[in-house]
């Protein structure tokens, strides 16, 4: 299986820049996609940005200016760096892998890997 922690929130004052990172372990054999989403109180959770393994990747319109996503296959990892930060960019952000790994039934690819989501919050 594959496990995920991310870090780097925290409390940040509206123009302000926050780094996230999330690291995935596991008995990973290949992961093809990592992303960032987030959900605010009361909304739905919602993609943010999202990186496959040869680099391409998909932001949202209501980021692109703003966030960059990029990833260090070697290690594993997933980074969102947030410019510019708004309070409507209050929310928690969860890590979220695709790939295959190793379970007890032998490997099988997953979308469904998720960190515990770190919070962000814009306000000053």
């Known amino acids: 299986q594959v496990q995920l922690v991310e870090s780097g929130g925290g409390l940040v004052q509206p123009g302000g820049s926050l780094r996230l990172s999330c690291a995935a372990s596991g008995n990973i054999i290949s992961i093809n996609s990592m992303g960032w989403y987030r959900q605010a109180p009361g909304k739905q959770r919602e993609l943010v940005a999202a990186i496959l393994s040869g680099g391409s990747t998909n932001t949202s319109e209501a980021v692109q200016a703003r966030f960059t996503i990029s990833r260090d296959n070697a290690k594993n990892t997933v980074y969102l760096q947030m410019n510019s930060l708004k309070p409507e960019d209050t929310a928690v952000y969860y890590c979220?892998?695709?790939?295959?790994?190793?379970?007890?039934?032998?490997?099988?690819?997953?979308?469904?890997?998720w960190g515990r989501g770190t919070q962000v919050t814009v306000s000053s």
């Open positions: 979220n892998a695709k790939g295959v790994a190793y379970y007890s039934g032998g490997p099988r690819y997953s979308d469904n890997n």
